[in-house]
Structure formats: structure tokens, C-alpha cells
């Protein structure tokens, strides 16, 4: 079961890139990483996933090194409206084991 | 919008009673997950379902039970609730057994 570990929170000012890091020591062979955003009494949305190396998509990017113990979610020129928390979640294809969310990042983004 | 769809929206019900929260996936989605989200919790995974079999199980307690039926819809029974299950209940729907997941609105369940 791989346990992960964000920071609790991080400030950031609009036009700014954020990187929110995930540590996922004992991650298993078959797990893939997972980015969700959540703003308040919403429910989380999908932002991006990825196995290994780099992924990007019109929103992010997902950066894994090669050990794939941590990963970090990139967050290019961010707005007011990127406030919210950033879940980062590890699990297997295929189902069969605990989908675990980690503690969440609150991201506060100022002018 | 993300296509799922999550009824009641909220509930309000005493201790010891048992509800039925309702998810439809997205159209074409074959996995449901239902999360549970308390203040002191988080978001916590209760159970997954793919295509009407149970496919992975969390933190779920022997008192809530799931189920998927044929049209791929799914419902959460709480039973025996006590003040400690106040909390957001979320269900996801995905195309996959671990592909991305689409959440819902959830159910706010307050227990009294």
C-alpha cells in the first residue's frame, strides 16, 4: 500500500509556476500516479496521470524521476482561481488495491 | 459538469437509521468508486466497482455495503449510522479499472 506525502500548503502569486511534490517511497511496480484538484464541496477533478519520466497536458505537467519514489505536479503561470487543494493519488491498474490519496497540498494563489 | 450524477444531494437523518446514496456514472464509464470525505479524515476511498464486480476495497466499514447493478448505476447503503458518518460522499465514475476518475457532486449526510 503506498503511502503518500504532500506539503500541508503553498502560496504562490498569479503568472507564477508552482511545483507541489508528491513522496511516494513505496510505490509499487504496477502503480501509476494521479493529480486531482478539489475546490471547496466540489468534488476532486482529474488533472493528470502518469507511470514514469514527464507527461504534459493543456493544463500541467506530471515530472516522475527515474525511482519513481516522489513526483511533482507543475503548475504553469497559475491564476486566483488555481486556489484550491491538489490530491496526489497512487494506484494499480487494474484495481485490487487501496486507491490512497495523499493529505493534499492547499495551494493559495494571491495577486 | 463531469456526468456523473450523485442523488440526494443532501441528507439530514438520526443515528441508527440507514440511508441509500444513488451514483450514475458517465456514459460508457464501467468503474464507480465512492470516497468518503469527513473534516478529520480527508478523502478517504471506500470501495470500487468494475462493471458490476467489486474490483478494490478501502476503509469501509462492515456497516456500509455497495453495490453495481446491470445499467452500471450504484448505491451506497449506510446503515446503523452513527454521528461519526457525518461526512461528503463522493462517488467517481472512469472509463477503466484505474484509469482517471470523474467525481461527482456528492451527498452531504449529516447524521443528528
Request: with cysteine.
Amino acid at each position: 500500500l503506498a503511502k503518500t506525502t504532500q506539503p500541508i500548503s503553498m502560496d504562490s502569486y498569479e503568472g507564477q509556476e508552482v511545483n507541489i511534490t508528491c513522496s511516494h517511497n513505496n510505490i509499487a511496480t504496477n502503480d501509476y500516479i494521479t493529480w486531482y484538484q478539489q475546490f471547496p464541496s466540489q468534488g476532486p477533478r482529474f488533472i493528470i496521470q502518469g507511470y514514469k519520466t514527464k507527461v504534459t497536458n493543456e493544463v500541467a505537467s506530471l515530472f516522475i524521476p527515474a525511482d519513481r519514489k516522489s513526483s511533482t505536479l507543475s503548475l504553469p503561470r497559475v491564476s486566483l482561481s488555481d486556489t484550491a487543494v491538489y490530491y496526489c493519488l497512487v494506484g494499480e491498474p487494474g484495481g485490487g488495491n487501496k486507491l490512497t490519496f495523499g493529505t493534499g497540498t492547499q495551494l493559495k494563489v494571491e495577486l | 459538469d463531469s456526468g456523473v450524477t450523485q442523488t440526494p444531494k443532501h441528507l439530514i437523518t438520526a443515528t441508527g437509521q440507514r440511508v441509500t446514496l444513488r451514483c450514475s456514472p458517465r456514459s460508457g464509464d464501467l468503474s464507480v468508486y465512492w470516497y468518503q470525505q469527513s473534516l478529520d479524515q480527508g478523502l478517504q476511498f471506500l470501495i470500487q466497482y468494475y462493471n458490476g464486480e467489486e474490483r478494490a476495497k478501502g476503509n469501509i466499514l462492515e456497516r456500509f455495503s455497495a453495490q453495481q447493478f446491470p445499467d452500471l448505476h450504484s448505491e451506497l447503503n449506510l446503515s446503523s449510522l452513527e454521528l461519526g458518518d457525518s461526512a461528503l460522499y463522493f462517488c467517481a465514475s472512469g472509463p477503466g479499472p484505474f484509469a482517471e476518475q470523474y467525481f461527482g457532486p456528492g451527498t452531504r449526510l449529516t447524521v443528528t
